[in-house]
């Protein structure tokens, strides 16, 4: 059975930081890419960040280049985003997820205040 689950959201001013987690079971973790979402009240989802399977490539959307940082521990099943420089416009619900399986954790909220 696949399984995402999310953590690490929380309330931030803007300008902080946050670190998020995703921990994945129920597939064969170092084989998939994963990705991070995030969906704004009233917004489509919205790709944040991918990263191949081994770690060795990653892209990012716009709006979070050079702020946002993801990367993975194969041994942990665990997909991370690190989020620095935090605005007002990050605030979302972000998910995981493994391009292909089908399969969304559910979420993890992020809010940053002005």
């Known amino acids: 059975q696949v399984q995402l689950v999310e953590s690490g959201g929380g309330l931030v001013q803007s300008g902080g930081s946050l670190r998020l987690s995703c921990v994945a079971s129920?597939?064969?973790?170092?084989?998939?890419?994963m990705r991070w979402y995030r969906q704004a009240p009233g917004k489509e989802r919205e790709l944040v960040a991918h990263?191949?399977?081994?770690?060795?490539?990653?892209n990012y959307g716009d709006s979070v280049k050079g702020r946002f940082t993801i990367s993975r521990d194969n041994v942990k099943n665990t997909v991370y985003l690190q989020m620095n420089n935090l605005k007002p416009e990050d605030t979302a619900v972000y998910y995981c997820?493994?391009?292909?399986?089908?399969?969304w954790g559910q979420g993890t909220q992020v809010t940053v205040s002005s």
């Open positions: 997820n493994a391009p292909g399986l089908g399969y």
């Open positions: 129920g597939f064969t973790f170092s084989s998939y890419f």
């Open positions: 990263i191949t399977s081994a770690g060795g490539r990653t």
